[in-house]
């Protein structure tokens, strides 16, 4: 577990030296955009690190599946307005599944 987290984080910070703190678009191997601004500057979901960078978490790539990742930053920010792994943006069918499983009514996820 310890390994993983430390992977994660050293993953996660050659992404940023690797890219600038200061680059407009985010980037990372998940990128997830809050519905609305959240002050937490990290979080960590199961064994991987978020970093918010220009408004969205970013991390690097994990051994959780895809959809789970989404879930699980979802429920820690109160919804996405977006998330992509890899490059590839979730489409709106998969954006709202992600955002059904925050544990929230969906009229606050909505709502923000």
């Known amino acids: 577990m310890i390994r993983r987290i430390a992977s994660s984080v050293i993953a996660t910070a050659a992404i940023i030296a690797a890219t600038g703190v200061h680059a407009?678009?985010?980037?990372?191997?998940?990128?997830?955009?809050?519905?609305a601004k959240v002050e937490k500057t990290k979080l960590i979901t199961r064994s991987t690190l978020w970093l918010q960078q220009n408004g969205a978490f970013v991390a690097a790539r994990?051994?959780?599946?895809?959809?789970?990742l989404c879930q699980l930053v979802a429920r820690n920010v109160g919804g996405l307005a977006a998330?992509?792994?890899?490059?590839?943006a979730y489409d709106a069918a998969q954006l709202d599944k992600c955002n059904g499983k925050t544990g929230l009514p969906a009229s606050n996820v909505a709502a923000n």
């Open 62 to 68: 994990a051994p959780e599946r895809d959809a789970v």
């Open 24 to 35: 407009q678009t985010p980037t990372g191997y998940y990128v997830a955009t809050p519905l």
């Open 83 to 88: 998330f992509s792994v890899g490059g590839k």
